[in-house]
């Protein structure tokens, strides 16, 4: 009777009843909470958004503004119109500085953008101890610039600097390093392209690592060698990678200051003198700030036309 009362209703072969889906569950306190949480996040959201006016969009405006006037410090500024930029432009120390800018940059392009590469490619093919090479690489990047800048400084002093006296070991000619008119300029490319080159490293690293390995595979079956794959599979997959490092390691470049204020002063003869260092020259040696401010609004101009005029170049060749 009991196997009857149950299957009494039910069609032969039919399956048995679903039961219901249970109801959704009332909303719970966080959904209540949302327009709370949307309300804090917003805040956080306008504290970031007012650290960064005050302390980074206000003082260029002001910049600008300020490269128009003649501006001392304790007394009312007073219009100036575009004296202060003629005068920069007349500076003698003017040319200097631009000429060893984009100098310092193009040296720097050729070793501070193509050694970190190669070395991101041999971090890439190590076996053993790769986290321990990885550190030894971005340990640099950890040390204060300044602190970097003054062991440089104390390496390649003439005299009893570690550089000349390794040299006098292996009985070679000593250099003059950062007192030679010839070798400042290439002492601090040197400097700059070991303390900041960690960290591109390791974007390069982190590009190499997400390559698929079939591309190296199908490669390697038709016969390509080490060269080959570099630059048939590497290069083509890490290259919007390498385009945007490339931008800002110009943009970087072209605003050097820390090397050549502590280890060289600009000088010798000017020979280091760059448009940053010279932009403090005018603001705190010269107390000059509406020239400093017109060599500052120079400089971003340069960097805005010609991020820009890169950006440009590269989509259009991403889309070709």
Not at 116 to 141: D, G, K, T, W
Request: contains cysteine.
């Amino acid at each position: 009777m009991t196997k009857t009362a149950h299957t009494a209703g039910r069609r032969p072969g039919a399956h048995p009843a679903v039961p219901p889906a249970p109801a959704p569950p009332p909303a719970t306190g966080r959904r209540r909470r949302r327009p709370t949480d949307q309300v804090r996040a917003h805040a956080f959201l306008l504290g970031g958004l007012l650290c960064f006016a005050l302390f980074s969009w206000y003082p260029a405006i002001r910049a600008v503004v300020i490269a128009f006037q003649t501006y001392t410090p304790g007394s009312p500024p007073a219009w100036a119109g575009t004296a202060n930029f003629t005068r920069v432009l007349h500076d003698p120390e003017f040319t200097a500085a631009w000429r060893n800018t984009l100098a310092f940059t193009l040296l720097a392009l050729l070793l501070g953008f193509a050694v970190p590469f190669l070395l991101a490619l041999v971090l890439n093919e190590l076996r053993h101890a790769r986290a321990f090479f990885r550190i030894v690489v971005y340990l640099p990047v950890m040390i204060p610039p300044v602190v970097s800048a003054l062991l440089w400084k104390w390496f390649y002093d003439p005299g009893a600097g570690l550089a000349n006296e390794t040299l006098r070991l292996l009985h070679l000619p000593t250099s003059n390093w950062t007192n030679g008119t010839g070798t400042a300029l290439v002492s601090l490319v040197l400097v700059a392209t070991w303390a900041n080159m960690g960290g591109t490293v390791l974007v390069y690293l982190a590009a190499l690592q997400s390559i698929p390995g079939e591309l190296y595979e199908a490669a390697e079956l038709d016969g390509a060698g080490l060269l080959q794959r570099v630059r048939h599979v590497t290069v083509p997959q890490t290259r919007f990678v390498i385009l945007m490092l490339m931008l800002l390691q110009i943009i970087a470049t072209m605003q050097v200051f820390t090397e050549p204020f502590v280890i060289t002063g600009g000088g010798p003869e000017n020979a280091t003198v760059t448009v940053l260092y010279l932009i403090y020259k005018y603001a705190f040696l010269y107390n000059d700030f509406g020239g400093a401010c017109a060599l500052s609004v120079m400089l971003l101009v340069l960097l805005g036309a010609f991020s820009a005029g890169y950006l440009r170049l590269t989509r259009s060749e991403g889309d070709a």
